[in-house]
């Protein structure tokens, strides 16, 4: 499995103590996407653990970076005049802090999720004076640092200095410009066109850069918290990661510069909505709305059971959770030793299935068997009106349900619940029609003498899925129809529409009388009662 074979090369690469760390700018709500890293790097951290190793992970919310661009939500007219200014420092408009309002929301689903890292905030490292080292290393070695930029990015940009200062006047910090450096005070300038998301305010001035009153640009800050942290294993997207890309800069301010080791790099894929990259300012699927969706760990196993150089692409709609569960199930099967490899070539592909589902546990516990009930049926009972879901698991599972399976059987219920609400195709969707649809009335004598017949076999015989599954098939051959109008005939009947879930299992979950009932009304042999 992945994680299991980065942790193999990252103690091979290094000695421990290790330490794992991941940020994220809290410059709008955290989509799914934004889950990929901090899960990645827990996994890892969880994986070096076993192995015996020290390590500790944390993780950092970039609060100090400046306002940049807004959520299309959220109105122009409250935010936009706070653009350039620190994330920290923009008021919410419920209270507190833009920042620490999306910071909370995510740490939330991230903690929700089972990842445990310790986190801090960048505009903390800033107030606190713990960056203050970085702060004047870059000032003091700027020409070295704006040399190494253009050496790895060929860029030409104007700043001399890799430090943007927070304006006394203003408040922004994404608009100002170093022009000077004494060895205690900047001299800087709030500039009106330095970017094109904000505007400085023009004003002119010297202050200390420390303890909050400037902070470092991104990839110079990137190569500081390396330094500060003593970061041995750290992960980025891809877009990071390319040739001349920010990883690269970093790494060579590391090394040169603060005189540390660059950390063990995972360049890691996106994850795309409909092949398109998802960014917190930018519209995508919230992740705390995924948790709303799905189980903590289905978010979980979403996100690592793909190698994490393989693009993810997440689709809700359609049969994506289904297929996901379905998933999830092989690999539970293989944890708990129900999957068994039939050759030799299978032994290590059973092996990395159960340690897939092992990195999407959430809980600290390990898990217990439990009985698995198929999502797509649990979907489909649950709108039955006259099944006991309870009881139909327990009939397919041969034996009473355990507590185990009980607490599985009802996150699977209230997964597949909100997945009906919210996401799922419309024929996953059932409403049995509490009287005889009028569509029974466009049904072709052979039609309805498939239903007739069908009445008498099945309140004779077995109401079975299977059972009722194959007599079907057996009318539409006797009486000359086609698979598409035999199935047709007893949707309409049933349903009012010419298609839905398998025929079988929806005759067999709404009870004997009904059925038969129902049957031989569509095929015109029973008077259908009159409304009063």
């Known amino acids: ?147 190494i930029e253009r050496e790895i990015t060929g860029s030409r940009r104007a700043e001399r200095h890799p430090v943007q200062v927070l304006c006394e006047a203003c408040g922004r910090i994404g608009t100002t410009l170093v022009v000077g450096w004494d060895g205690q005070q900047v001299a800087y300038e709030c500039r009106p066109d330095k970017v094109t998301w904000a505007q400085g305010c023009g004003h002119r001035g010297r202050r200390s850069p420390f303890r909050g009153g400037a902070k470092l640009t991104y990839r110079t800050e990137w190569a500081a ?104 199930d092989r690999a539970a099967a293989a944890y708990f030793g129900e999957l068994v490899a039939r050759t030799p070539g299978e032994v290590q592909d059973v092996r990395d299935l159960a340690r897939t589902f092992h990195y999407a546990w959430v809980r600290p516990q390990p898990p217990e068997p439990f009985f698995r009930p198929r999502f797509s049926k649990v979907a489909f009972w649950i709108q039955m009106p006259h099944v006991r879901v309870e009881e139909r698991v327990a009939q397919e599972k041969g034996a009473p349900l355990t507590d185990a399976d009980r607490e599985e059987l009802r996150a699977r219920v209230e997964d597949a619940r909100r997945w009906l609400v919210r996401w799922a195709p419309a024929h996953y969707r059932v409403a049995v029609q509490d009287t005889l649809p009028p569509q029974v009335a466009s049904l072709a004598p052979a039609q309805r003498e498939l239903l007739a017949r069908l009445a008498d076999r099945l309140e004779a015989g077995p109401l079975e899925a299977d059972a009722v599954q194959a007599a079907v098939h057996e009318l539409k051959s006797a009486l000359g129809l086609s698979a598409q109008d035999a199935f047709g005939a007893v949707y309409v009947a049933f349903l009012g529409t010419r298609s839905g879930p398998q025929a079988g299992a929806l005759l067999a979950a709404l009870g004997r009388s009904f059925v038969v009932r129902r049957l031989r009304e569509a095929a015109g042999l029973e008077a259908v009662p009159r409304a009063p």
């Open 225 to 328: 918290k390396w330094a500060l942290f003593r970061v041995s294993v750290e992960g980025a997207g891809k877009d990071h990661m390319t040739r001349g890309g920010s990883h690269d800069t970093a790494s060579v301010v590391a090394r040169r510069v603060f005189g540390v080791s660059v950390p063990f790099p995972i360049p890691y894929e996106f994850v795309l909505v409909g092949g398109r990259k998802m960014a917190s300012s930018r519209g995508g699927v919230p992740a705390r709305e995924l948790l709303d969706v799905l189980r903590p760990e289905l978010v979980r196993f979403l996100l690592v059971r793909a190698y994490y150089r393989t693009a993810i692409d997440f689709d809700p709609q359609g049969e994506t959770i289904p297929r996901l569960y379905d998933e999830y």
């Open 1 to 147: 499995m992945w994680v299991d074979r980065l942790v193999d090369t990252i103690l091979q690469d290094r000695p421990g103590p290790y330490v794992v760390n991941d940020a994220w700018t809290p410059s709008g709500r955290a989509h799914v996407g934004s889950l990929r890293g901090v899960i990645l790097h827990d996994a890892v951290a969880k994986g070096l653990a076993e192995r015996g190793a020290a390590v500790e992970f944390l993780y950092g919310f970039d609060d100090f970076d400046p306002l940049d661009g807004l959520p299309p939500e959220l109105p122009q007219h409250i935010y936009g005049p706070h653009m350039g200014r620190p994330l920290c420092d923009v008021p919410w408009q419920e209270g507190g802090s833009f920042a620490e309002h999306f910071a909370a929301e995510f740490e939330q689903v991230f903690r929700a999720v089972g990842c445990t890292p310790r986190t801090y905030r960048t505009s903390d490292l800033y107030r606190t004076g713990a960056l203050d080292f970085a702060l004047r290393v870059a000032l003091d070695r700027a020409e070295e640092i704006v040399a």
